[in-house]
Structures are given as C-alpha cells and as structure tokens.
Nanobody, 115 residues
Framework: QVQLVESGGGLVQPGGSLRLSCVAS????????MGWYRQAPGKQRELVAS???????KYEDSVKGRFTISRDSAKSTVSLQMNSLKPEETAVYYC?????????WGQGTQVTVSS
C-alpha cells in the first residue's frame, strides 16, 4: 500500500518562499521518479518538477530558476523549494510518481500566494 503525504503549504506574499515536503510509504521510493504537481482552481493538474532516483531533474518552464526539487531516499522524502512565488501559482500541490499513478494521489497541500 502506497501512501504519499504532502505538507508545508500555506499563505505567502508574492515574492516569498515555501518548502513543500512529501513523505512516501511503501517501496516505491527506491525506484520511482517522483514529481510535484499542482492544480489551480478551474485548471488541470500539471507537473511542476520531477526527479529520478538518480537525481536528474526537470522543471516546467515557468518555474525554472525559482523552484528546486530534491529527494532524500533514506527518509523516503521528496521536497520542493519554491522561491519568488507568484499569485498565479496559488494551487493545491501534490506529489506522485512521474508519470503519476492514479491510486497514489493524496490530499495535497494548499499554497496561496497573496498580499
């Protein structure tokens, strides 16, 4: 049974920073590429960043240079450091494998960027 639990969201002013964390239970972490996704109101969920088990990363164009994804295999944790946040990045942020598994979606963590 795989469970992904996200945390770290909150309210932040434009230009601020947040660090999201996702703890993965089960055995997926050792072999899966992991990703952070977000879904804004009225929009489809999109992949923001992902990282392979070897540490290779990829980012959605709009977050390059501002977001950093990392993983700690010993702790089965994948994190997303988000800097210079923009109001349009208000969304629920989720972690999942890349590509995602439908049955692994968790509750996500709300990020609100507003003054």
């Amino acid at each position: 049974q795989v469970q992904l639990v996200e945390s770290g969201g909150g309210l932040v002013q434009p230009g601020g920073s947040l660090r999201l964390s996702c703890v993965a239970s089960g055995t997926i972490f050792s072999f899966a590429a992991m990703g952070w996704y977000r879904q804004a109101p009225g929009k489809q969920r999109e992949l923001v960043a992902s990282i392979t088990r070897f540490g290779s990363t990829k980012y959605e164009d709009s977050v390059k240079g501002r977001f950093t994804i990392s993983r700690d295999s010993a702790k089965s944790t994948v994190s997303l450091q988000m800097n210079s946040l923009k109001p349009e990045e208000t969304a629920v942020y989720y972690c999942n494998s890349d590509p995602p598994q439908q049955q692994w979606w968790g509750q996500g963590t709300q990020v609100t960027v507003s003054s």
